[in-house]
Structures are given as structure tokens and as C-alpha cells.
């Protein structure tokens, strides 16, 4: 059993596609993340949410607290975006891993 | 401002050896959390610290240790090494356990260890 599971897998877009990117967790949290993983393993972290809706340029996150899941919304994605995103739950002792969505954004 | 630096990025070990793998946080983080990022597995949490005290550790065997300085530089220490313990090691720093509620954490590059 995940604690955290994440939708879709793979996923590939035409450039300027809306993209989004669903997180669903078992667990109580303190906290979601959102990562995003380019090849060669660097991670950075996009979002740290605990409630409502966060933006950043063309990422946009959301969480729902009472459902236990959140999306990470990408609009008009770009061949750049193109990374693994991996969601993570933070319970305030330590974090459970979504398996991660790989994300091809074609030109 | 220096990201999160990790040493050394690669390194080749041999089946029942040590290894050490340091991590220094961004200037003014006093939490850093180590992680284990395998094809199999995905990413695993390992342990955390904050402010030298280890505050959680993962579901990992006794042979995974670590320790935080006062500078709050970490180092993790892996022995007796398996084949199963190749895998990127990543470390992140933030100011608080988490990153919560303050800021969100910083990764550093990752160490890929491949044990033979």
C-alpha cells in the first residue's frame, strides 16, 4: 500500500498544452510538496503547500485537505517542462513519495 | 547565495566496505534530510536533522547512520555496503524540519554510489 500515489505515470503533451498532474495520500500531513526531477537527478523543489492554491509563472498547485489530494497544474507547457514530478507528503516526522509522473513535452 | 552542496557526486564501493557521504546546507538551514532515490524504489526518506539532534528516521536497517555538525553540515555513513544500496543519495536543506511552515526545502545534486 503507497501512502501516496500519483497520476498519470507518463504523460505526453504538445507544446502549449494545459498539463495537470494529480497527487492523492492516505496520510495525515503537515505539508505537500512538489518536485521536479531533469535528468541527471537534480530535484528541485517547486511548491510547499498546506492549504488552497499556490502560483508560480505557469505552475500552479492546488491542494484539498478534506479529499487528501492535490494537482500540479502546468499552462501552456513547453519543452522545457519536459521532468519527472514526484509529490511528497510531509507528516512532521517524514515525508512519503509519490512514484512520480514523467512528463514528455513535444515542439 | 550557495545552493546545497553534496561530496563527492560519484563514487564506486565494494560489497561489505563503508562509505561516508557529506552534505553541506544552505547558509542559515538548520534541518537536513537525507533521501535514497532507486529505479525500484523511488525516493525513500532516510533520516532528518535539526539543529544536531536526529528528529526521524525512515524504515532503514541499522547500517545507515548519520550525524549533524554544529555548522550543520550532515553526513551520512552507510556499512557494510550491499549491492541493493546503489542508488543516488540526496540530501535537502531547509530552515525548518520540512521545510514546514516556513519554506520549502533545497536539494542538493545527489551522490550516485554503486557498490560491486
Known amino acids: 500500500k503507497n501512502e501516496v500515489e500519483q497520476s498519470p505515470q507518463n504523460l505526453t503533451a504538445q507544446e502549449g498544452e494545459f498539463i495537470t498532474i494529480n497527487c492523492s495520500y492516505s496520510?495525515?500531513?503537515?505539508?505537500l510538496h512538489w518536485l521536479q526531477q531533469h535528468p541527471g537527478g537534480g530535484i528541485v523543489s517547486l511548491f510547499m503547500?498546506?492549504?488552497g492554491k499556490k502560483k508560480h509563472g505557469r505552475l500552479i498547485a492546488t491542494i484539498n485537505i478534506q479529499e487528501k489530494h492535490s494537482s500540479l497544474h502546468i499552462t501552456a507547457s513547453h519543452p522545457r517542462d519536459s521532468a519527472v514530478y514526484i509529490c511528497?507528503?510531509?507528516?512532521?516526522?517524514?515525508?512519503?513519495f509519490g512514484t512520480g509522473t514523467s512528463l514528455t513535452v513535444i515542439p | 547565495k550557495a545552493g546545497v552542496t553534496q561530496t563527492p557526486r560519484y563514487l564506486i564501493k565494494t560489497r561489505g566496505q563503508q562509505v561516508t557521504l557529506s552534505c553541506s546546507p544552505i547558509?542559515?538551514?538548520?534541518?537536513v534530510s537525507w533521501y535514497q532515490q532507486t529505479p525500484g524504489q523511488g525516493l525513500q526518506f532516510l533520516f532528518e536533522?535539526?539543529?544536531?539532534?536526529?528528529?526521524n528516521k525512515g524504515n532503514f536497517p541499522g547500517r545507515f547512520s548519520g550525524r549533524q555538525f554544529s555548522n550543520s553540515r550532515s553526513e551520512m555513513n552507510v556499512s557494510t555496503l550491499e549491492l541493493g544500496d546503489s542508488a543516488l543519495y540526496l540530501c535537502?536543506?531547509?530552515?525548518?524540519?520540512?521545510?514546514?511552515?516556513?519554506?520549502?526545502?533545497?536539494f542538493g545534486q545527489g551522490t550516485r554510489l554503486t557498490v560491486v
Open positions: 547558509s542559515g538551514h538548520r534541518s
Open positions: 496520510v495525515g500531513i503537515s505539508a
Open positions: 503547500l498546506s492549504s
Open positions: 535537502a536543506s531547509s530552515l525548518s524540519p520540512g521545510g514546514y511552515p516556513n519554506t520549502e526545502a533545497f
Open positions: 511528497a507528503a510531509y507528516t512532521g516526522n517524514q515525508f512519503y
Open positions: 536533522y535539526f539543529s544536531e539532534t536526529q528528529r
